[in-house]
């Protein structure tokens, strides 16, 4: 919506000071209100959604990091606000996290700043959180911040001198305790040990591979198991690891899947990873690797490696755990859908009628609001989103245009071309007292392209 409104675009990276110092405002805002409830759990709803917005305008280059962070140290200059601290670092780390060759130390240098603001050396040492609670992710973000920066100057041999404060220590000696090799036989527990090595060492693959194995092991399963895992990841667990961390997560279940379809075993996907990737796919942070990777890449290699079973499984994944997601790529997967069903596959009649009802239900779950700006956009090719040879389903497309224009109270003449293609894909006629209650542009259409029923032969 932000988006629209300012007519930015993805593919093109615009700077947007309005965005940047709306960011600004709102993290000051949650702090103040962080400070008035007197306790960060409190706000904990509201930090979970102000940092999924920020990591996505700052990921897009809508707004810039080092400007935000320079900006809030001025506005929080003589300012007492400590309460929401854990959590600001917590969203910046998301960012951090993810520091890879192409960008230079010195952008992220402004958040020792704000460090030496909000952390202040005269109070005392922070000792370590209760590691059974999803809140200790946050409470030892700063911590994992400074890990982060220490292995990009390394990394750059910045001539920068990178001893770890002593407020930190404390954090600083728990996390190095718990790696290779002190740690050697890693496993998921019900604790946050695991997110917590994730997060801090994401940019250090020597650390970084084996709590990651640990966290895909859980769902997957391993060769010892006797059994497929059924207990998914909590939401608890996938809100406490850093964006960098879900991303690796969930390429490594794409991997997994693909290399299973094309092992052709049979093997069916274990309940736990299934319904963990469902979670993942939520994260519009990460959509790039995670819903457009699931369109673009999963379902067509799957299909191309004849899978069924696990095609299936993606398919009823998407029918019912995926009504939150994003119309847009919901209409991109309907028109991918209709070439799968284009190509006939024999003895394939359940999958078939599987791939009907996922489209029957992605068409019938289009909001109004969203028919005309998402189905214009494949007006110069319709015949992507109509389907070949199912009458039901285009029938299921006028209705779904008609209850659009009815409720927006839009003009449907702009559906024409659609209209004229399914028409002439499934030639078909409506009723009158049906037509009656239809938009004027669709009765008029339908009436205009009438189609003679046919008569049996006595």
Not at 273 to 283: A, M, N
Not at 346 to 366: D, K, M, P, Y
Not at 383 to 404: D, F, G, H, Q, W
Request: net charge neutral.
């Amino acid at each position: 919506m932000v988006c629209g409104m300012l007519g930015l675009n993805k593919q093109h990276k615009q700077h947007c000071q309005a965005i940047e110092e709306q960011l600004v405002e709102l993290v000051v805002l949650a702090l103040e209100r962080t400070e008035a409830e007197g306790d960060e759990q409190a706000t904990q709803g509201l930090w979970l959604h102000l940092s999924s917005q920020l990591i996505y305008f700052v990921l897009f280059q809508f707004a810039s990091f080092p400007n935000i962070v320079m900006s809030l140290h001025s506005r929080l200059q003589g300012r007492d606000l400590r309460r929401g601290r854990d959590q600001l670092m917590w969203v910046l780390l998301q960012f951090i996290s993810r520091l890879d060759s192409t960008e230079p130390l010195s952008n992220f240098l402004p958040v020792l700043r704000l460090y030496e603001l909000l952390f202040p050396e005269q109070e005392s040492p922070l000792t370590v959180p209760d590691f059974n609670q999803p809140q200790c992710t946050r409470q030892m973000a700063m911590t994992c911040i400074w890990i982060h920066l220490m292995k990009k100057a390394q990394t750059e041999q910045a001539s920068i001198s990178w001893p770890v404060p002593s407020k930190l220590r404390i954090h600083y000696d728990f996390l190095q305790h718990l790696v290779p090799p002190n740690n050697a036989a890693m496993a998921m527990g019900n604790d946050y040990r695991i997110a917590l090595l994730c997060n801090a060492y994401s940019t250090n693959q020597d650390y970084f591979s084996k709590p990651m194995a640990a966290l895909v092991e859980t769902i997957q399963g391993s060769s010892k198991s006797a059994a497929p895992p059924t207990a998914p990841l909590s939401m608890a667990v996938l809100d406490s690891l850093t964006v960098h961390s879900k991303m690796s997560l969930i390429h490594s279940i794409v991997t997994h899947v693909i290399k299973l379809a094309q092992a052709k075993s049979g093997m069916p996907l274990s309940p736990a990873l299934v319904e963990t990737y469902s979670r993942l796919l939520v994260y519009t942070e990460i959509e790039s690797l995670g819903i457009k990777g699931f369109i673009t890449q999963l379902l067509p290699q799957v299909y191309k490696s004849h899978a069924w079973g696990t095609l299936y499984t993606l398919l009823e994944m998407f029918s019912y755990r995926m009504h939150h997601i994003h119309p847009h790529y919901r209409v991109q997967l309907l028109s991918h859908l209709h070439s799968l069903a284009a190509v006939p596959q024999a003895n394939q009649t359940q999958l078939h009628l599987c791939v009907e009802s996922t489209a029957l239900r992605l068409i019938t779950g289009l909001g109004s609001g969203d028919v005309q700006p998402e189905l214009s956009r494949f007006l110069a090719e319709p015949k992507t989103i109509v389907s070949a040879e199912s009458e039901e389903l285009n029938r299921a497309l006028v209705l779904t245009l008609a209850r659009a224009t009815h409720v927006t109270g839009t003009d449907g003449a702009w559906c024409h071309e659609l209209l004229a293609t399914i028409a002439q894909s499934t030639p078909h006629a409506w009723a009158p007292h049906t037509l009656e209650c239809f938009p004027r542009a669709l009765a008029e259409f339908f009436t205009q392209h009438a189609v003679q029923k046919r008569t049996s032969n006595s």
